[in-house]
């Protein structure tokens, strides 16, 4: 992160956010370049301006994923990156047989990415796969 920077944190969880916040602390990263957010990333996300993240996470419901991501891409700056986590849903996603509504959901993000101008996406098939986008 550039010396001037700010790590922004989302999260529903009030506990995670002071146990992140005292994390920081005791790395001895100033509490002024971090801001902590308590709330839902669909309440949160539109009210961040656009392109002004190099870096955004999701890591959400599944079933607010393709929202979050647009969200996502709208407050990435060119260059900034976007990862989604558990892309390949427990292994699920790269097996045609499934077709729950999670499956799904992670499916049509992952097209949604892969036919998008406005990114560069790459699949990391590790773990449970992490789903990279570049913001062109």
Not at 12 to 32: D, K, L, M, N
């Amino acid at each position: 992160m550039a010396p001037d920077g700010v790590l922004t944190t989302i999260d529903t969880e009030a506990e995670h956010q002071r146990a992140a916040r005292e994390a920081f602390a005791e790395a001895g990263i100033r509490p002024t370049r971090v801001r902590t957010i308590t709330g839902r990333p669909l309440e949160v996300l539109p009210r961040l301006a656009d392109g002004a993240y190099d870096l955004v996470v999701a890591d959400g419901d599944p079933l607010d994923l393709a929202e979050h991501v647009e969200q996502a891409l709208r407050v990435l700056r060119p260059g900034g990156v976007l990862v989604v986590v558990h892309a390949l849903g427990d292994d699920r996603v790269p097996d045609p047989a499934r077709r729950d509504e999670v499956t799904t959901a992670l499916r049509e993000v992952a097209r949604r990415l892969r036919d998008d101008e406005r990114v560069v996406p790459a699949l990391v098939p590790t773990g449970d796969g992490v789903l990279l986008a570049v913001r062109r």
